[in-house]
């Protein structure tokens, strides 16, 4: 007689403050961890980015580089480079150790709202609010990006990256999937402008929100509706979402000043 499956333990969702940091950048325009949640990053409006430790809250290092607010940042898989984004249209590749400016690139024509590492690092890719993602070889000394992406019909708002698949979010209202690898698009329309994208754990869905105040999960593949979730704030700023790390609840800021949780299911 085959036993039946356990059934999963559910989300223990976070029911208190564990620590306040004090920044010292004036607005904090992103919070990044970094790749074992060890570390984590604040982008400042006033040009720094800094470098956290997350058990301690204590400040590690502070980098200093662009000319105008940092906007996003992300750490390498090795934890050796970061890189940064500006509304001074460049993107800055660090030596984490030093503090050091290793690049800094110019190309977009616009403030620059998102970076991306790939998984191993090798490119960095970028989205502005010209309408375009740029890929950046990290290994090369070429000053110019090796790839521009540029279908989307407005500003680009959000990015991630796994494997050979690039998701983007835009303000023209649509989600964009490409395939590096195969060179194809597929593209999703949600209407309203898009704040944040991400694959969920399993791969096999998208998650967005947008400034309807809804988050949408699509099936990948079709592009089909799969759930929509509502209930919080968005209607003027550029706020996450993400799923659990099971993929059980979606999460999302909200302008309240609250994150809400919803059951991926009910």
């Not at 607005?27 to 040009?47: H, I, M, P, Q």
């Not at 967005?208 to 759930?227: F, M, N, Y």
Request: charged share 25%; glycine share 8%.
């Amino acid at each position: 007689m085959a036993f039946p499956e356990p059934r999963p333990q559910p989300l223990r969702l976070p029911q208190h403050l564990l620590r306040t940091v004090e920044c010292q950048q004036a607005a904090v325009r992103a919070v990044r961890f970094n790749a074992d949640g060890n570390y984590f990053l604040t982008c400042g409006s006033d040009k720094s980015l800094k470098l956290w430790s997350a058990s301690r809250g204590a400040l590690l290092k502070t980098y200093c580089g662009h000319g105008y607010e940092v906007l996003d940042a992300d750490g390498s898989f090795d934890n050796s480079q970061l890189c940064s984004c500006s509304a001074d249209k460049t993107v800055i590749l660090w030596d984490v150790a030093t503090g050091q400016v290793t690049r800094k690139l110019r190309g977009h024509a616009g403030r620059v709202n998102c970076v991306r590492f790939n998984e191993e690092a090798t490119v960095m890719l970028s989205g502005s609010i010209d309408g375009t993602v740029r890929c950046w070889d990290t290994r090369s000394r070429k000053m110019d990006s090796i790839q521009t992406l540029d279908e989307a019909r407005d500003g680009i708002s959000s990015l991630k990256v796994v494997e050979h698949e690039l998701l983007t979010g835009s303000v023209d209202g649509r989600v964009r999937r490409y395939d590096l690898r195969m060179g194809q698009l597929h593209v999703d329309y949600v209407a309203s402008p898009i704040t944040c994208v991400c694959f969920s754990q399993d791969g096999q869905c998208t998650l967005s929100s947008s400034l309807d105040a809804s988050v949408r999960l699509l099936d990948k593949s079709t592009g089909e509706l799969l759930g929509e979730y509502t209930g919080h704030q968005n209607k003027d700023y550029k706020l996450d979402c993400c799923l659990s790390e099971k993929d059980t609840h979606v999460l999302s800021c909200s302008e309240d000043g609250h994150v809400y949780f919803w059951d991926l299911v009910e």
